[in-house]
């Protein structure tokens, strides 16, 4: 399992942006990681948005790649092969769609107040959206 220090000094690579570790928040006797990212929704525009975006994943389904820079997603909790499954390419500010796939694992996208994206794993969107999932969060209910 990886430890807090992996974590602090390694970022996810997803939807080919760098996420950073944020915290560990236990919802349903799981253990998940949260990942932070903000950016600029569309540079083009005449006032853009800063977005806030959020990967939370089951603490075991996230290594270390083989050269330890970066964090790869291992599909259900199996470590990949070689140095990690390939990302999609960079999303330079526009959103995915609301269901998309990442380094092999199916993923939804939820909308939040104060233009927050929380991305989750599509078959663990039912424990995850519950009360008490978004209370550990510190989230209300998705938009």
């Known amino acids: 399992m990886i430890d807090e220090e992996d974590l602090a000094s390694t970022v996810l690579t997803f939807l080919g942006a760098s996420f950073g570790y944020e915290r560990t928040v236990p919802i349903e006797g799981t253990s998940f990681l949260l990942f932070t990212r903000r950016e600029t929704e569309s540079e083009a525009k005449f006032r853009p948005k800063t977005v806030r975006r959020w990967v939370l994943l089951p603490q075991e389904w996230v290594f270390t790649d083989r050269n330890q820079e970066v964090l790869v997603l291992g599909k259900d909790g199996k470590r990949p092969k070689g140095g990690g499954l ?58």
């Open 86 to 143: 390939v990302a999609l390419q960079s999303s330079d500010g526009t959103r995915p769609p609301a269901e998309f796939q990442e380094q092999g694992i199916d993923f939804v996208t939820r909308k939040f107040p104060g233009d927050l994206e929380l991305y989750l794993v599509r078959s663990l969107i039912g424990a995850l959206l519950t009360t008490k999932g978004l209370e550990s969060l510190g989230l209300p209910a998705p938009l």
